[in-house]
């Protein structure tokens, strides 16, 4: 199956550090898609991939999606406190699958 | 503001309750998503309309009966759900099937 394997599970870090995280799998994906998810909230898209190879900025954020079309990675510079939930990667072949999410604390 | 209207927020019900839950959305797109979201887990597919036509059944029991009255409304129906069922339920859009996908706040659903 479409299997997506997204890491780190979690990371505590300080506010103005560097973030990384990303996302692999057996699988190609036509579309990578990058998530962010509050308590009581739905998950909001934060970037969209649609090529092999292409890198995507959003402000602070910037995602890549991987030449093999198997792995994304996400980047955050310079955290802040708002940045503190859940990012979910997903891809997209037939329908969209999510990966188990990497939690993110920020400590002021 | 998400662009993706669900209600109830938060529903709790009995496990021989029948309730529904509801979706709307008028951004003309033309499929729709159910996801079930367990605490601390991604949300897993349950059920994709395109053209108001069921097109993907994630082999959801039927307690879970989804209906497509329209191009901008998505309904789920519950009936004899059991505790496990308790989650948060999101309902997404997309234009056609091609993401990106928007998402509702979801209902938080809590079967007793």
């Known amino acids: 199956g479409q299997q997506l394997n997204q890491s780190p599970q979690s990371m505590f870090i300080q506010e103005g550090e560097d973030v990384s995280m990303n996302c692999t799998s057996s699988?190609?994906?036509?579309?990578w898609l990058w998530y962010k998810q509050d308590p009581g909230e739905g998950p909001v898209l934060l970037i969209a991939?649609?090529?092999?190879?292409e890198l995507t900025s959003n402000g602070r954020l910037t995602a890549q999606f991987g030449i093999t079309r198997k792995d994304s990675f996400l980047n955050i510079s310079a955290s802040i406190p708002s940045d503190v939930g859940i990012y979910f990667c997903a891809g997209q072949l037939n329908d969209m699958r999510f990966g188990a999410g990497t939690r993110l604390t920020v400590k002021p | 503001d998400t662009e993706v209207t669900q209600t109830p927020k938060h529903l709790v019900m009995g496990m021989t309750n029948k309730k529904s839950l509801k979706c709307e959305q008028h951004?003309?797109?033309?499929?729709m998503y159910w996801y079930k979201q367990k605490a601390k887990k991604p949300p897993e597919l349950m059920f994709v309309y395109s053209y108001e036509k069921l097109s993907i059944n994630e082999s959801v029991p039927s307690r879970f009966s989804p209906e497509c009255p329209n191009s901008s409304l998505l309904n789920l129906h519950l009936h004899a759900l059991q505790p496990e069922d308790s989650a948060l339920y999101l309902c997404?859009?997309?234009?056609?099937?091609?993401?990106?996908?928007?998402f509702g706040n979801g209902t938080r659903l809590t079967v007793t």
């Open positions: 997404a859009s997309s234009h056609d099937r091609t993401p990106p996908l928007h």
């Open positions: 991939l649609y090529k092999a190879g």
């Open positions: 951004m003309g797109h033309r499929a």
């Open positions: 699988s190609i994906f036509n579309t």
